[in-house]
């Protein structure tokens, strides 16, 4: 059974920072696509970032050149390194975790973790 541990959201003041951390266990296999997605209050959740585990990266066009996404895939861990943070990047963000076969797709999600943007 796989879990997806997320940690490093809060509160946080325009301009600043915050890296959001997602710790995937159990039967693990490649290739497979680890992602970061939000949900902010009354809208659709949202893609913001994924990367394959062979270092292919998407960004939502909304925080392209504010977002990095990284992964260790020793530790099948994913990272989301937010900087120059908006107000509106306010929501609760889901660690996803996509398993891929032949002809069917496995996603795993975390709980979410808040991210206030706020002063």
């Known amino acids: 059974q796989v879990q997806l541990v997320e940690s490093g959201g809060g509160l946080v003041q325009p301009g600043g920072s915050l890296r959001l951390s997602c710790a995937a266990s159990g039967t693990i296999f490649s290739p497979n696509i680890m992602g970061w997605y939000r949900q902010a209050p009354g809208k659709q959740r949202e893609l913001v970032a994924v990367t394959t585990n062979g270092g292919t990266t998407n960004y939502a066009d909304s925080v392209k050149g504010r977002f990095t996404i990284s992964r260790d895939n020793a530790k099948n861990t994913a990272y989301l390194q937010m900087n120059s943070l908006k107000p509106e990047d306010t929501a609760v963000y889901y660690c996803?975790?996509?398993?891929?076969?032949?002809?069917?797709?496995?996603?795993?999600w975390g709980q979410g973790t808040q991210v206030t943007v706020s002063s």
């Open positions: 996803n975790l996509r398993l891929l076969r032949s002809a069917i797709s496995y996603d795993y």
